[in-house]
């Protein structure tokens, strides 16, 4: 009889500490786990190295994998993602949109514009880089001492997948070229919806009165007198 009651309570002994450890176990509430998703987004290598403060907000929140997944977007001042440190960058803003899931206090997933792991700090896929087709190019003088030449472009997105990937600018005398790529991701199936980039970049002063320049934006070519 008294090895019965040994078992038996040696049995509630394991279950009470069972139920002890179950009620010790850490519950994150959206708000906590919105907080930590943000953090970070915030110290990942995109956002550090040219995100803008004034652009960052959260956009959409839903329930997902026992967790919260957060979707956040801003504006970087240059293309590219990670720590881009030591490269040539074109100075053009550059739209992104991160979506990071939480779970259970700690990220488990984060993937910016749908092809760079935030997380790893790779590329999701191998990307293609093609040249981005262009639709329209406006060139003029901005108000200022010099004037600078101001470049409006405005190119397609061929689907749902394909982003801006980067520009360059070289020039050759009085000709200025313009090179503007996107990035898809080679083995994704991707929406068919063909959206459009819009860019506005300044060239500066570095140009002679009264001399006409050719600017060559991909396969599309437009003139300024200055």
């Known amino acids: 009889m008294t090895g019965i009651k040994l078992v038996c309570t040696s049995i ?3 279950i ?6 179950a009620c ?5 509430t959206e708000e906590q786990s919105r907080a930590i998703a943000e953090e970070f987004a915030k110290v990942e290598a995109t956002y550090i190295f040219d995100g803008t403060p004034w652009s960052f907000k959260l956009t959409d929140t839903t329930e997902a994998e026992g967790g919260w997944q957060f979707t956040y977007e801003y504006v970087s001042s ?4 990670g720590d881009r440190d030591g490269q040539m960058l ?3 803003e550059t739209n992104h949109t991160a979506v990071i899931t939480v779970v259970k206090g700690k990220v488990t997933t984060a993937v910016m514009d749908k092809a760079w792991d935030m997380v790893k700090q790779q590329m999701v896929y191998d990307m293609v880089i093609d040249l981005m087709p262009i639709e329209e190019v406006t060139a003029d003088l901005l108000l200022s001492n010099p004037p600078q030449i ?5 190119g397609g997105l061929r689907d749902g997948c394909t982003i801006f990937h980067d520009l360059k600018i070289t020039r050759d005398g009085d000709v200025i070229n313009i090179e503007v790529t996107t990035q898809h991701p080679k083995d994704a199936v991707c929406p ?11 060239l500066g002063t570095d140009f002679t009165y009264g001399t006409t320049y050719t600017i060559n934006v991909n396969d599309y070519t437009t003139t300024i007198d200055y």
């Not at 101001?150 to 405005?154: L, S, T």
């Open 12 to 14: 509630i002994i394991v």
């Open 24 to 28: 010790s176990s850490t519950t994150y």
């Open 192 to 202: 068919a919806v063909y959206t459009y980039f819009e860019t506005n970049i300044s």
């Open 78 to 81: 240059h293309a590219g993602y």
């Open 90 to 92: 074109a100075q053009v």
């Open 16 to 21: 009470l500490m069972l139920a002890g450890g």
């Open 150 to 154: 101001g470049v409006y472009i405005k």
